[in-house]
């Protein structure tokens, strides 16, 4: 299975600072993408980084992929109240059907 | 643009019930996904349609659970008879291809007692 698995599982920031996110896959991957959740919510898009590419920002966002280290961290600068959510990374694999298995997830509380 | 409508957005069964999802995917999206996620953790696909083929349902309890998606384009998600192990959110996603960005709808969640 190539599920990634996020770092840390909870992670609790005083607003203003940064937050990093770390996910971990097993296998090789085409695409690895980034998702926010907050709470009774459906997932939100982020950023979809592919395994040619080692660096993606998105305003406060940047996504960086290691693939001969089989991971990805997720870096929010300037962190917010709002930023407060559940962050969970999918990848794919390089054969077959191509499905997206999701990781269990950072659980951040930004703190005001 | 629409996102992924999903109905119901709640629903409370008594177990050995049966419910109904629908989900209406993003126009033009060709690959329609849906995934259960169980309180506290990540999202576990059920079954992932390409237009109106099972790409994959690999991990759909298929004793319990079907789905179908008529005419490529709207899809239903169905669980007869329920378990208590079946309360979660059911997510529907869509997306233009396989490898490329999911959009989520807002989850239909089940609790069954």
């Known amino acids: 299975s190539q599920q990634g698995e996020e770092d840390p599982q909870a992670l609790s920031i005083q607003e203003g600072e940064n937050a990093t996110m770390n996910c971990s896959y097993k296998t090789s991957i085409n695409n690895l993408q980034w998702y926010r959740q907050n709470s009774g919510r459906g997932l939100v898009h982020l950023i979809l980084?592919?395994?040619?590419?080692r660096e993606k920002h998105s305003g406060r966002l940047r996504v960086t992929l290691d693939t001969s280290k089989k991971s990805s961290s997720l870096l929010i600068t300037a962190s917010r109240a709002a930023d407060t959510a559940s962050y969970f990374c999918?990848?794919?694999?390089?054969?077959?059907?191509?499905?997206?298995?999701f990781g269990t997830g950072t659980r951040l509380k930004v703190l005001a | 643009e629409a996102g992924v409508a999903q109905s119901p957005r709640y629903k409370i069964i008594e177990k050995r019930q049966s419910v109904a999802f629908w989900c209406n995917p993003i126009?033009?999206?060709?690959?329609l996904y849906w995934y259960q996620q169980i309180l506290g953790q990540g999202p576990k696909l059920l079954i992932q349609?390409?237009?109106?083929?099972?790409?994959?349902d690999s991990q759909l309890p298929k004793d319990r659970f079907s789905a179908e998606r008529l005419k490529g384009v709207d899809s239903t998600l169905k669980i007869q008879p329920a378990k208590l192990e079946d309360s979660a959110v059911y997510l529907c996603?869509?997306?233009?291809?396989?490898?490329?960005?999911?959009?989520f709808g807002e989850g239909s969640w089940l609790t069954v007692v």
């Open positions: 126009s033009g999206h060709a690959t």
């Open positions: 349609f390409q237009n109106n083929g099972v790409v994959d």
């Open positions: 980084i592919r395994s040619n590419e």
């Open positions: 996603a869509s997306s233009t291809g396989p490898r490329n960005t999911i959009y």
């Open positions: 999918a990848t794919d694999g390089t054969s077959g059907t191509y499905k997206y298995i």
